[in-house]
């Protein structure tokens, strides 16, 4: 943790932004209602890739096309239709039309999927991603990792900073099969720095969950009133949306391991009262502040109710959410790293056998990649029982298993079972393609375990989200590549230089 003169510094920092920025919330909000106007009239004539800066982003014209995905190896994580070892996909207006074999159409373009494993994009449901352009503020030394790193840089961050940290978070995501994220914004700064999120949520064509939070470092006693939820709903999420239904709103709750007990039950009067999707941090090591079996009796527990980590879940907290249907966000690099005093492997059989819906995230860039295939290559590796401990003689967690935890669980917790995360006629078209013939990954024997356990980022070969191709050949083909590397870096080298000394590389 930082000693008390950085305290003082970062206090004094944030004290100064909230100074900065308040002045500037009304022009931001003036500005981008003028540029909204010029969105919508440039999006018609504009080519996919547009020259564009962190300040006015753009969204990419990428439109969704007709496509028949030909001879592919299929992994559907639909229950009726299994893993087909040959099989066409038809995606028409954005909706998977068809999966079968055989599958013609007229007007198509033909994708040839004959050396390509298919299956639907992968859902990330806990990601803090203002913070991605931070992802190497942590040091070795002095033990300043996550929490010291973030409490040093959180009030630094500007709403252009917010941006280009969303969009490279993103395009990263994309980049690597990932076609929906949830993301949870813990550091909700002002009502200019949660505009620049959405904005970037616009320009990054993926589907998400923007869940508005708090301020990072609120007094655990100052009661979160959400005050500017009213204005986003009508300006980002009501009539004429510039979201185009890609991204739904939620709350998140510091819970009790970052408000007090009285606190976080106001704030739960609020959130009950919205109807919103609210996702609470559970503690990853002991003591348990997290009362899953008070939540119950409360009301609050249910497929609406979000909850990460939570390793010292007792079983009769894991059991009140498998009645109540209410999810679950495991973090496996997080857990491994962050449960100084729980056992990860052992909270995740336990979560498993009390049939507790388990989806995979990826937390923060400074403690994970945001890299589906890890994550589930270590989920994999971490399930296994031990002998002389409570799950001696249970099953090892199985491939197919942490695939569906990255799909469709991911996507059940969203709230978007019905949306995404299988490959099932009349879902949205969510759908990757990864190459067979690449050195890493032939031969291929067993279709699952290959995705699993050899499978990286760079062998994802078309992305598409919603029935819109960003990724072909290999290639981010919708991004303005160059300029979100640009601003990521402008953005991570202003932050660095107003820490100062608070950063300790």
């Known amino acids: 943790m930082a000693d008390l003169a950085s305290e003082e510094k970062i206090e004094a920092a944030q004290t100064n932004e909230r100074k900065q920025t308040a002045a500037e919330d009304d022009m931001k909000r003036r500005d981008f209602t003028k540029l909204a106007g010029v969105v919508t009239l440039a999006a018609f004539a504009a080519p996919a890739l547009i020259r564009r800066t962190a300040a006015q982003g753009v969204a990419p014209n990428v439109g969704r096309g007709t496509y028949l995905i030909n001879n592919g190896a299929v992994i559907t994580v639909d229950p009726s239709k299994g893993t087909l070892p040959r099989a066409d996909v038809l995606v028409r207006n954005g909706v998977i039309e068809r999966v079968g074999t055989g599958i013609t159409a007229s007007g198509v373009e033909v994708i040839d999927a004959a050396d390509m494993i298919v299956m639907p994009g ?155 999707p609210v996702a609470i941090h559970a503690s990853q090591e002991a003591p348990n502040v997290c009362d899953a079996v008070d939540y119950e009796k409360r009301g609050y527990l249910g497929p609406k109710f979000l909850i990460a980590h939570y390793i010292p879940a007792r079983v009769e907290d894991l059991e009140a959410m498998a009645r109540t249907n209410t999810p679950l966000a495991f973090s496996t690099h997080s857990e491994l790293r962050l449960s ?41 590796n971490l399930g296994v029982p031990w002998k002389g401990t409570e799950n001696e003689g249970e099953n090892p967690v199985g491939v197919h298993e942490v695939i569906e935890m990255a799909t469709i669980n991911g996507a059940k917790a969203l709230g978007l079972g019905e949306v995404t995360g299988s490959l099932t006629e009349g879902k949205r078209a969510d759908i990757i393609l990864i190459r067979t013939k690449d050195v890493n990954v032939a031969p291929v024997g067993n279709i699952e375990t290959a995705v699993v356990q050899t499978v990286t980022p760079a062998n994802v070969d078309t992305v598409i989200i919603d029935g819109r191709i960003v990724k072909r050949s290999g290639r981010l083909t919708a991004y303005d590549m160059p300029m979100i590397i640009d601003e990521a870096e402008k953005a991570a080298s202003g932050i660095r230089k107003k820490a100062g000394d608070l950063l300790k590389f």
């Open 340 to 380: 100084g005093t729980g056992d990860a492997r052992a909270a995740l059989l336990r979560m498993r056998a009390a049939r507790v819906n388990v989806s995979l995230s990826s937390d923060a860039t400074s403690i994970a990649p945001p890299n589906m295939f890890e994550m589930m290559r270590l989920t994999w």
């Open 122 to 276: 992968f859902v990330d449901t806990h990601y803090h991603m203002w913070s991605a352009v931070g992802r190497s503020f942590t040091a070795s030394k002095e033990g300043f990792s996550y929490f010291p790193a973030k409490f040093a840089t959180s009030a630094l961050y500007t709403p252009d900073d917010f941006y280009a940290s969303v969009l490279l978070a993103s395009v990263e995501l994309a980049n690597a099969g990932t076609t929906t994220v949830h993301n949870w914004d813990h550091n909700t700064r002002t009502p200019a720095h949660a505009d620049a999120e959405l904005r970037a949520h616009r320009d990054s064509l993926l589907r998400a969950r923007y869940a508005y939070g708090h301020i990072d470092r609120l007094p655990p006693d100052q009661v979160n009133t959400y005050s500017d939820i009213p204005r986003v709903q009508k300006e980002w999420f009501g009539q004429g949306s510039p979201l185009n239904g890609l991204v739904h709103l939620g709350l998140n709750l510091r819970g009790t391991i970052q408000s007090d007990e009285a606190t976080f039950h106001k704030e739960m009067e609020f959130v009950k009262k919205s109807g919103l």
